[in-house]
């Protein structure tokens, strides 16, 4: 999977430099001299000491679980003790339990609704036997000769303060004692810092930037992932690097600026697509179903498949592209309602590569206005290679506004060459006043893909695009006139 993600960005012309470290030989700063913008996102990989008595007798969380990874997968004893409510936790807590361990017990600062790993995690833990010991911390670890024989836990009162900052509190007249052969602690990770700069403010220990642009106070020089956020999730992770591929494209200058418009309600669809709806859940496997090698959770049984593809109401979305409808409505001169504004179909189909959509948080369409069009003359033609297959391979939308046999405005759509619909303005121009009877629709197409540039596997496009595109126009001279009697706002 890995090799095949980066081979396609290579293509792309990132290029990959391995075993590179940054930090005291080379600062990123010093790679502003060979780059213009520079993005660290480091992790967060190292681990803190709680300062117990007996604790470098425990293994750490992450220690455990690159070991078992690296090829020494043994259980650590028999009955493990995990230290620890996060996501690190439970990955090792679950492991220990796979690989043999007789009895799993997680102890953790919080109550069970303040855990920080996810909760559908936790559930799975417990399903398997763990135990859970929450609001206990451990005060300190019992050791004979090297061993590790157990560990003496106070009673948590309270973990954060009022600000909301880490800050447990003790009743250190409730204690427990558990007995173990080994302890593994998973107390939390922290950037480790060796990717800071000097002159780059922290938080915490965590690089300080200002959101969405993910800038830091070093010019040039962006940050995101676990390191600005503290420990999180995989997705936290990737959106910081689309907010930071949009602020570095800012910071250099090649942004393009995004269409707004100003807001007004037109025709509804649905009440329940207005309406934000709740994911369908997964099924967790059968604890003794579960292995260290599979994913923990079944996938979606069909209905849950249709609720999800109902939720999906803007089928324009970019990031599947061959669309039917982006190319027809950019065609047509559709506008897209919102709940806040009305944009043209080809500003709301025409997302950048880096955004695959231009709606805010929250923001529904809620229609879609088509004006009122006399003497137009509309084809769409798509090549699939099998009628199964709902998405094209290629496809073109034609409008001809006519002045009888003169065509006065083309509009000339082509879907799925792009993420987005591309507009051949080249073959409308061609076709703008001329007569095209004869060679005006071979010569459009001509114009449609002149310059044009395929991926080397998708070089093929070209001729069934140019043949698409002169069908199409054709098609659309023939059609009888076909006013379009769009919806009144
Ligand atoms: C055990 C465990 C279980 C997890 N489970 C989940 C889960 O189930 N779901 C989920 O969404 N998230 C989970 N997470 C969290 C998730 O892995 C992180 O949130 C995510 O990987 C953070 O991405 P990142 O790009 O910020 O950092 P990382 O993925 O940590 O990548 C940091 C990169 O920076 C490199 N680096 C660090 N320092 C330097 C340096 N000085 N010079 C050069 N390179 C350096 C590292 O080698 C690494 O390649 C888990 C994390 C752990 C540790």
Not at 144 to 167: H, I, K, N, R
Not at 186 to 212: F, M, Y
Not at 323 to 350: M, W
Not at 369 to 383: A, G, N, Q, V, W
């Amino acid at each position: 999977m890995v090799d095949a993600v980066t081979a396609f960005l290579e293509k792309l012309g990132v290029a990959f430099a391995l075993g590179v470290e940054i930090g005291e030989g080379t600062r990123a700063s010093e790679l502003l001299e060979e780059y213009d913008a520079v993005y660290t996102a480091g992790g967060a990989w190292a681990t803190p000491s709680i300062g117990i008595e007996g604790e470098e007798h425990a293994v750490t969380g992450l220690g455990f679980l690159s070991s078992v990874r690296q090829g020494e997968p043994t259980a650590p004893g028999d009955r493990v003790l995990v230290i620890g409510g996060g996501n690190v936790a439970v990955d090792a807590a679950v492991t220990a339990k796979r690989l043999g361990a007789g009895h799993v017990l997680m102890a953790c600062l919080e109550s069970r609704e303040e855990m920080p790993a996810l909760d559908s995690e936790v559930r799975h833990a417990l399903d398997e036997g763990i135990g859970l010991l929450t609001s206990f911390g451990p005060s300190r670890l019992l050791v004979s000769g090297d061993e590790v024989t157990g560990a003496e836990l106070v009673a948590c009162t309270s973990v954060f303060d009022e600000g909301g900052g880490f800050a447990p509190s003790f009743d250190r007249t409730r204690q427990r004692t558990v007995e173990c052969d080994a302890v593994i602690l998973a107390v939390g990770q922290r950037p480790d810092g060796s990717l800071l700069e000097p002159g780059i403010e922290t938080l915490g220990g965590r690089v300080a930037v200002d959101p969405p642009p993910q800038a830091t106070r070093m010019e040039g020089i962006f940050a995101g992932g676990d390191a600005v956020s503290g420990p999180a999730t995989v997705v936290e992770a990737i959106a910081a690097g689309r907010r930071a591929a949009r602020g570095v494209d800012a910071f250099l200058g090649t942004g393009a600026p995004r269409a707004a418009r100003p807001s007004r309600l037109l025709n509804r669809f649905g009440e329940g697509a207005l309406e934000p709806s709740g994911r369908e859940e997964v099924e967790p496997r059968p604890p003794e179903a579960r292995t260290r090698h599979e994913g923990d959770t079944g996938g979606l049984d069909a209905g849950q498949v249709l609720a999800e593809a109902n939720r999906c109401f803007n089928c324009g979305c970019v990031a599947v592209s061959p669309s039917d409808l982006a190319p027809v409505l950019t065609a047509l001169e559709a506008r897209v309602i919102t709940g806040k504004r009305t944009i043209p179909a080809e500003a709301f189909f025409a997302a950048s590569p880096l955004s695959s959509t231009v709606l805010d948080p929250g923001e529904l369409v809620s229609g879609v206005f088509i004006p009122d069009h006399e003497d137009l003359r509309t084809s769409y033609m798509k090549f699939r290679i099998r009628n199964a297959i709902d998405f094209p391979v290629a496809s073109v939308a034609v409008a001809l506004a006519m002045d009888g046999n003169v065509v006065r405005k083309a509009r000339i759509v082509l879907g799925a060459a792009a993420p987005v619909p591309l507009r051949a303005r080249e073959a409308e121009r061609v076709l703008e006043g001329s007569e095209p009877g004869g060679t005006g629709a071979a010569e459009a197409a001509e114009a449609a893909l002149k310059g044009a540039l395929p991926l080397e596997r998708n070089a093929y496009k070209i001729n069934v695009f140019q043949a698409l595109v002169k069908r199409a126009i054709t098609e659309a001279l023939v059609q009888p006139a076909n006013p379009i009697q769009g919806g009144k706002p």
